[in-house]
Nanobody
């Protein structure tokens, strides 16, 4: 059974950094484009970042470009999201997803999310 488990969320002060991880199991990880999405309280889920199966290409939402970096390790079946220069508006539940065909909220499989809270 396909499973995605996020970790690394928490409370951080504005300007700080966090690194999220997502461990995949039950699927051929290296065959899937992976992505990160987020959902803030009272708002719809939004696209954050996407990485192709090989890691050769990455895509970002304008709101995080230059601050966040998505990467993957196909030997560990894990995708990462390095988040720097965090802002209070980055506060959200962050979701990992597999099978992300484009920079939109669309995926084959979803994790359950990890909460990131950025204090001002």
């Amino acid at each position: 059974q396909e499973q995605l488990v996020e970790s690394g969320g928490g409370l951080v002060a504005a300007g700080g950094s966090l690194r999220l991880s997502c461990a995949a199991s039950g699927l051929i990880f290296s065959a899937y484009a992976m992505g990160w999405f987020r959902q803030a309280p009272g708002k719809e889920r939004e696209f954050v970042a996407r990485i192709t199966w090989s890691g050769a290409y990455t895509y970002y939402a304008d709101s995080v470009k230059g601050r966040f970096t998505i990467s993957r390790d196909n030997t560990k079946n894990t995708v990462y999201l390095q988040m720097n220069s965090l802002k209070p508006e980055d506060t959200a539940v962050y979701y990992c997803a597999a099978g992300v065909p484009r920079a939109q909220v669309d995926a084959d499989y979803w994790g359950e999310g990890t909460l990131v809270t950025v204090s001002s």
